[in-house]
């Protein structure tokens, strides 16, 4: 039995089949990938405020008495034109003053001429007299009648002050709309009876309106700011609200800053100005109404030599995946000028042509082999499809800190 197995295995190991060797065959890995093209974008910056009146007055009255009259429009929510008369407050007391004013102006127009005429008559007289006779200066002006003519002129000049007082009075007495207004509220009403500095109504503004914008600190570099001393016009704003799934725009501008950071916040509050807000001159647009709370979008200054990609392409360490020549995947750093949304900004490390892989891959296909499967303009992946005008829809973290994880797509 031994010998038998001897001469089995002796007779399989000589009829043993040659050994070939062969060489491992690689696959390559099909990717998706953008063509790296450099663009002029705007980042623009998103902000919340609460629409204010950028003119709010306080009607008080400048005179006493009772309110006789009352505008139909005198009501909370009704819109008075400039001019506009809001209410009267009795006028008889000051037409009374005004006819007193205007009968002592005219006795001291009298008065005036009756001295002015014993002042002429006193100078011929004076003339006559003998040069030895003529006295002192003093004696003279007196003889002339020099201080009583003076102290007419003062009279009428009171007179007429007098009178003009009297007059303002009765024109105080009726109270008119300083602009184009909406009456936020009254405090008065007819057969009321107020005093001058009383409060009578509250009034605001309609021809333009304001909003307060909060800007941290580190955005600011994004942003065109108007200058201190009003010189530059600031940049464009959408303002937006989202009312039942209905969204809602109004355009603005950046009018100012208020110059200074708030010491809790450490923000920057900027100013928006709105024309028209309640759409008086273009009945079309939806009114914005004082006190209703917006979303706004600040237009960024232009930033040369972008490249917008998706934002999951970002790795840990600010890495993402480009194709060399040779058609190999290498990761490469990258400096990210900032992340919004789904999108990030790539300042630096990234060459016009240069390919980049829309593929997610993990670490272990570093160096592989590629195979390219589409090619996509990188202008083309934002949703705006406009090179310069890429599409922010959310504030996110400052890209130098950002990391984002590849997401495990699986190769095509």
Known sequence: MLAAAFAVTTLLYLN??????????Y????????????????????????VTPMQETVLQAEVRGR?????????????????DVILRIDPRDYQTSLLRAQAALESSESN?????????????EWQKLPKGSQRSDEARDLYLRKPQLEQAEAQLLAARADLDTARDNLNRTVIRAPYDALIR????????????????????????????????QGKLAYLDLPAVDGTERGALIDLYTDTGGIIKHWSARLHRTEAVFDERSRV????????????LQNPEQEPLRVGSFVNATIQGKAFDNIVVLPRYLLRAGNEIWVIDEQKLLRSRRVTVLRTGGDMIFVSEGLQSGEL??????????????????????????????????PTVPQEEPEASTAAVEPSNEAAG
């Open 16 to 25: 043993r089949p040659p050994t070939e060797i062969a060489e491992p065959v």
């Open 27 to 50: 696959k390559p890995v099909t990717v998706d990938v953008a063509e790296v093209v450099m663009e002029q974008v705007r980042i623009p910056v998103q902000a919340q405020g609460t």
């Open 67 to 83: 309110v006789v009259e009352v505008s139909d429009n005198f009501h909370v929510g009704s819109y008075v034109a400039e001019g």
């Open 112 to 124: 005036l001429a009756q001295e002015r005429g014993r002042a002429e008559v006193a100078l011929r």
């Open 185 to 216: 509220s009254k405090h008065s009403d007819l057969g009321q009876f107020v005093n001058s500095g009383s409060p009578l109504a509250e009034v605001i503004g309609i021809n333009t309106a304001e909003i307060r914008l909060p800007i941290p």
């Open 268 to 279: 920057l509050f900027t100013v928006a100005r709105i024309d028209d807000p309640y759409s």
């Open 356 to 389: 980049v892989s829309l593929t997610g891959l993990d670490n272990s296909f570093r160096g592989a082999e590629v195979q390219i499967r589409s090619r996509t303009p990188s202008n083309l992946l934002h949703e705006s499809g406009q090179p310069g005008e």
